[in-house]
T-cell receptor, first 113, second 114 residues
Framework: NAGVTQTPKFQVLKTGQSMTLQCAQD?????MSWYRQDPGMGLRLIHY???????DQGEVPNGYNVSRSTTEDFPLRLLSAAPSQTSVYFC????????????FGEGSRLTVL | AQSVAQPEDQVNVAEGNPLTVKCTYS??????LFWYVQYPNRGLQFLLK??????LVKGSYGFEAEFNKSQTSFHLKKPSALVSDSALYFC????????????FGPGTRLSVLP
């Protein structure tokens, strides 16, 4: 059971560089989301999707783009990395958008120098 | 707007003693409440949820939580703590007036001392 798979697990970027964090799930979940985790702040929602072709912004969307071309994949793009984007990023999916629990990936630790 | 508070950054408890991790919430509609646990360098894992029905909810690893609507609380409890319960615990809420977005609390670090 793969569940939610995130790559890469670790990444170091220089300010201004771009990159894509990959997320794939094999549970046929319609709902997928990206969070960032910073110490003392819990998890904050960046973007989410309720199905292929549908995305929306969360609490902290600036500097990030997403797309959802398939049910399985939900990549997160950093357009021009900034030190403030140093964080741990989690992808999560859910079988039912309103009452279902989230299934999380193992996280991607990003450092922007 | 919806919000979640976890008033304690850290909870220490001796192994074998009961534990409580506190959570209070604010929503405009009906709340859907969740608890997750995070072990070091891992993603969050679902423990339990309250959607409707019985106020006492039982979940994984012997944890339970009680929904209290009048106090807007959803405290996590376990009758007898284990050292292996030491982890970071997050409370989360969905407001049925706000669709699919979760709001997470800041987390409470639980340390169970042998």
């Amino acid at each position: 059971n793969a569940g939610v798979t995130q790559t890469p697990k670790f990444q170091v970027l220089k300010t201004g560089q771009s990159m894509t964090l990959q997320c794939a799930q094999d549970m046929n979940h319609e709902y997928m989301s990206w969070y960032r985790q910073d110490p003392g702040m819990g998890l904050r929602l960046i973007h989410y999707s309720v199905g292929a072709g549908i995305t929306d912004q969360g609490e902290v969307p600036n500097g990030y783009n997403v797309s959802r071309s398939t049910t399985e994949d939900f990549p997160l793009r950093l357009l021009s990395a900034a030190p403030s984007q140093t964080s741990v990023y989690f992808c999560a999916s859910s079988p039912e958008p309103n009452t279902g629990e989230l299934f999380f990936g193992e996280g991607s630790r990003l450092t922007v120098l | 707007a919806q919000s979640v508070a976890q008033p304690e950054d850290q909870v220490n408890v001796a192994e074998g003693n009961p534990l409580t991790v506190k959570c209070t919430y604010s929503v405009s509609g009906n709340p859907y409440l969740f608890w997750y646990v995070q072990y070091p360098n891992r993603g969050l894992q679902f423990l339990l949820k309250y959607i409707t029905g019985d106020n006492l909810v039982k979940g994984s690893y012997g944890f339970e939580a009680e929904f209290n609507k009048s106090q807007t609380s959803f405290h996590l409890k376990k009758p007898s703590a284990l050292v292996s319960d030491s982890a970071l615990y997050f409370c989360a809420v969905r407001d049925d007036n706000y669709g699919q977005n979760y709001v997470f609390g800041p987390g409470t670090r639980l340390s169970v001392l042998p």
